[in-house]
């Protein structure tokens, strides 16, 4: 039986142990995109509605998502759903390999705060609320949060880390997913305990990919071999991957400071020199110990019958005691970089030896260290390679995939990974599953090429950086040239590490505008941010690009001032008021999408379209038809998308429709207004003697007409 | 056994019938000033305590009413405090005869509003919510309410009418409650399903007047004998006590306009032949009718047998349907008042004929009509009593005084009643209870000593217009002037009638000013009107001295924008910001209150204070021990009470202390700031060489000092 069924039933069996009891458990509205039929429900004019939890997470699977998985509904005959996707999805031609990436529309979702709510509206999130159930997000949870997905089109889910991660010396609240400790199990605290301890939070997983299967959604996760917990699992079985310092040293311990070559600089070969010399590194370097195994043997093995038998200590605070190291925190990869050492982070040994480039700079021995070349194994690798460890590493991802049928991953600082590593992760998920796709964080896009050839499908691009600015143009450079890449980027204004686009200059005009427009960016791959849907303002994390109050956009007042989702308890603001207005406009334009999903997506079928002057503050992209490509071709197949990038005033803008018109043949004088995100649908006569399109614009208003 | 032993009963079974049953209800925190120690109890952020609702009520009576209930505890042991507190607590001499409220504070409460909650947060005020428990006010869950104003020092509180009232062409969602349809029922919309069906409204009414003589809080009810709701259910029985026009007339029907005296002229004599004359006065009195018993004897005698078969029928509509007729509305009592007719209520017929100085200005037969004579009966007297209504009328207050245990009355439009009627209804009471205390709806206070002469022991009095207005010194003159009253009047800065203090000019400042320096206005009764002690500022009715936007003064958002308590369902804002700030200032000043009662409340005990100039904003006076006057006295008897009125500026004043020296031969230098709105308790040193206290205020401060 599909997971899925199974947590089916327990639901069932919960509903029915809970007949007559009352529940003043309280949802989002917006969670609630499947008509929820429980008789209990009572709907507070402020957006949440009162149900009965057992009821409300069982309807959605049996009423919203179960329907969905087509016929033949005997126990196991959809078991398949827990495989990739790809396994029932035909391939496209021209998308194999996992590039179907380039048709979908991403939501990146972090599990535990994506569908956290106060449910008993106790003031907190709590783990166990007044009635046993968890205030922070689930997959069980995440199901019901599926319809609003669904609604909005999203066609894959992409899901910030969900490994166990350290509670040790935690950053905010809960700590951060990042700092994974164990690639091998998930984080216990989205196990949700509405099903109870005979169900695993592995067990969730599962059934939420099937689920997410059946409603055609993608699943990726988050992969982060780079860096690891300092209080890592694998350091037990294996201390020799680790970098040590003395323990005491610790509380010093920082990037070291390279005189003469100013701040934020990528390593480069040439660099090492200056590097070596420096006499900060030199210290640097020798603070780093051997690491505690190799150091005393006899003493090492005490110690690991010592942890089997207290299974209750700490690993690393028992190491820390006897031998007095600690393993070192991971700092940037960026010399002179002002971010102090990551504290809860560090970095595998990726190779046994120090860099090649690196040996003849040496004045002596060093033990195992870190530093700039190091961290950057792509450019500067040793000679021995650490295979054990890359042996793990790349059968991460098949474990997920035969566990739980995942069907993409991001590679997080694969920039910092030798080349052959990626390349041996992305060959042994394409085993498993030919169509796997994968994600490069890499924002620079010159490096699109090099990407591509690693055998990532996509990069993530600097869109978060780019169309937020409007007014110096860089809004328009992204849109305009991401065409010329070789591969897909994200169309995106804002993600968990970054800003939200309704904080913006602009606000919710800016928001508006680029979460509409994204989903026709050539090139783009549409990736909506959790919470953007309904404008929130604050971010998950301060990482990227962000303004010094950036982590106190909130009302003082609001429970979350100064919160961020990445580290501590949060829940999205879903009761925002005009929270229903993305999502509205989103599913409207999921169904045109969807209609026309090879108009939109494919880089043959579109036409830049420009304006009197490259000054004028609009961004223009004309779409036909696939097959009809320079013919004449039917009214209803030519489609001009057009927004108002000026966030403060209304413009009256002229798309210059000409190479439209050559590339297509269509030579309309009147249209039709699909859409428009400050209007309704109507005829369109405003064109000019040219056969312009000239109209009046309100501030961020995007229009879509068919000719 | 007592109600309130009963009703303690009743809630322990529910307690033990709902154990491990979880609730999600709340009550604001400001209702439990009893230390509530249910293990389930969990507090909110911002103010709201989520409980089980049965213990909670429960506990209000076990652990906090009860304990004060003395020794004896063996069932019926305690009955008596359902007889009028008179027979509990020893008769202080000169305050025989309900003169007992010149020592108390009172507080004016609607029962359906001062405890309504939305407990289940579905947003909104539900008579069965999620736990098929009422939302709207009860007297079970004023019992908890008490414990705020125990701790406020509320030694009376005075309820607005519980009396059942008409549902019919109700005014709002719920109907005022002074259109009274039967004075012997008490308003079915109190009673709290809380108890289950086997416990009456008047079963729980009992307890709350129980539980307040335990408390030593008097209970006063509003006894509205003037008028009565236009279907009340008297019409069965005696449609001869009410006035009838045609149905079909209702439409029109108006206080008919007389030309040449102005608006809102008070009815004398000598206006009457002019009154009489009016065309539209003529033209009113012809469109009144014979009662529908005497215009047709034996068709009432059907109708009274149908009614009597058919119980569902609404007897007014059906009156309107067999005769045509239905009863007048009432209408203002003063001439040519710009107030439409008061629809929901009518007046009953006093007297069986015209009045006497109006039959030689009727130009020909009429049958029984309202005219501005006619509601004015204290002054236009027919000569047939309508002894079977009076008596009646006089049998309302001992009922509640038998039934229930009521300690006084505030008699509603007492000045529209003829003087005998009065006479008769206060003797009544004080045949049952000597020392039943009577209050005169009386804002003149001219008229005091007519009130006082008739058997009142205190009228209304005007504070609620007056002390507000401090920029016109009308404040001074209330505060300074009302000792020469020859009975107290209300100190108090608004009712259930007007403005909320806080939404005046001033806002909290003067609120805050004014509600503590009621405590010590000489011949002044403190009045705190229900929502007041939170900075309430939606009034409850918008009846007296109100703004065009009076009823729109909260957030358009706010749930209650719009509504009036007195009509709709509406509850207090207890989670206001500020919310302990007057609870936690007025219980300390309870204390010293109530250490020296004496010396706040005798008229002999005070000494008005001046300033340096008349035009200074201070308000001032001093209090010296009863026993001690005009002798050398102790220092800690002799206390100045000082308010800087100008609630925008801080102010210097001077303090001229001669008259109090010379009262009590206090020379002090130095004192004790026992208190302050707005600091610490300290040690005062601020007189000048005249010894005059000199200090300064912070806007709208009051000071205490001792000598």
Not at 231 to 244: A, G
Not at 396 to 424: K, N, S, T, W
Not at 558 to 571: E, K, Q, S, T, V
Request: with cysteine.
């Amino acid at each position: 039986m599909s997971k899925l069924q199974e947590l089916l039933a327990v639901l069932d069996e919960q509903v029915k142990a809970t007949a007559g009891h009352v529940y003043n458990y309280t949802v989002p509205d917006l969670w609630n995109c499947f008509d929820y039929q429980g008789e209990e429900l009572r709907k507070t004019p402020w957006g949440e509605l009162v149900v009965n939890p057992y009821r409300f997470y069982r309807d959605a699977i049996r009423h919203f998502i179960r329907p969905k998985a087509g016929t033949g509904a005997g126990p196991g005959a959809d078991a398949g759903w827990g495989e990739p996707l790809s396994r029932h999805q035909a391939v496209e031609p021209g998308l194999e390999g996992g590039d179907w990436i380039k048709r979908s529309t991403v939501y990146s979702m972090m599990v535990r705060t994506s569908t956290a709510w106060d449910h008993d509206r106790s003031g907190n999130l709590e783990d166990d609320n007044l009635y046993g159930l968890k205030e922070t997000g689930t997959f069980v949870k995440s199901l019901a949060l599926l319809s609003l997905l669904h609604k909005m089109g999203v066609t894959c889910v992409y899901l910030l880390p969900i490994s166990k991660f350290s509670l040790n010396d935690k950053k905010g609240e809960l700590g951060s997913p990042y700092g994974v400790s164990s690639f091998f199990k998930l984080d216990p605290g989205l196990k949700d305990p509405i099903t109870g301890p005979g169900f695993s939070v592995e067990d969730e997983f599962r059934a939420f990919v099937e689920a997410c299967h059946i409603l055609g959604m993608h699943v990726m996760i988050d992969l982060i071999p780079r860096t690891n917990s300092v209080d890592s699992e694998l350091v037990i079985d294996h201390p020799d991957w680790f970098y040590w310092i003395r323990h005491e040293a610790l509380g010093q311990y920082r990037p070291p400071y390279v005189p003469g070559l100013g701040i934020q600089i990528r390593p480069k070969a040439e660099f090492l020199p200056v590097i070596y010399q420096s006499s900060e590194v030199r210290h640097h370097l020798a603070s780093f110990m051997e690491n505690p195994k190799d150091a005393d043997p006899g003493k090492w093995e005490e110690l690991l019958a010592f942890i089997r038998d207290n299974p209750g200590q700490r690993v690393m605070e028992t190491v820390q005691k006897w031998f007095g190291l600690t393993v070192a925190p991971a700092f940037s990869d960026q010399i002179n970089d002002p971010q102090p050492a990551w504290n809860d982070v560090t970095f595998f040994r990726m190779y046994l030896d120090h860099p090649v480039a690196a040996v003849p700079l040496l004045d002596r021995a060093y033990a195992p260290y870190i530093l700039f070349d190091v961290i950057k194994s792509n450019l500067f690798q040793g000679k021995v390679r650490n295979e054990p460890l890359w042996e793990l590493l790349e059968g991460i991802i098949p474990y997920y995939q035969e566990h739980f049928g995942i069907d993409g991953a991001r590679i997080d600082m694969g920039h910092a990974l030798p080349r052959e590593l990626v390349e041996r992760i992305i060959q042994s998920a394409r085993e498993v599953d030919p169509q796997f796709c994968f994600i490069a964080e890499e924002m620079e896009i010159e490096r699109a090429a090099s990407s591509r050839e690693l055998g990532y499908n996509m990069i993530l691009g600097d869109g978060f950086i780019q169309e937020p600015r409007v007014l110096e143009y860089r809004t328009h450079r992204y849109f305009y040239g991401a065409r010329h890449l070789p591969c897909p980027v994200y169309a995106c204004g804002e993600t968990h590490d970054t800003p939200r686009l309704a904080s913006r200059e602009g606000g919710r005009d800016l928001s508006r505008m680029l979460t509409i427009m994204n989903l026709f960016m050539p090139n783009g791959v549409p990736f909506i941010n959790s919470g953007q849907e309904v404008f929130e303002l604050q971010p998950m994390n301060t990482g990227l690009d962000c303004r010094p109050n950036e982590a106190y956009l909130l009302d003082p007042k609001d429970p979350y001032y100064g919160r961020l989702a990445l580290f501590d308890r949060y829940a999205l603001h879903y009761l925002n008021a005009g929270r229903w207005e993305l999502p509205d406009q989103l599913a409207w334009l999921a169904g045109l999408r969807r209609d026309h999903l090879a108009t939109f997506t494919c880089l043959d079928n579109v036409t830049p379209l420009g304006f009197n002057s490259p000054r004028d503050p609009g961004i223009a992209f004309g779409f036909n038809d696939d097959d009809k490509r320079g013919r004449m071709v039917q009214e209803d197949s030519v489609f001009v998308v057009v927004a108002n990038t000026d966030v403060h005033n209304p413009q009256y803008l002229t798309v210059h429709l000409q190479p439209l018109r050559q590339a297509t043949g269509n030579s309309a004088r009147k249209g039709l207004q699909l859409f428009s995100s400050h209007g309704l649908a109507r005829e369109v006569h405003d064109y000019d003697t040219h056969g312009n399109l000239s109209m009046s614009f309100q501030p961020g208003e995007v229009k879509i007409i068919r000719m």
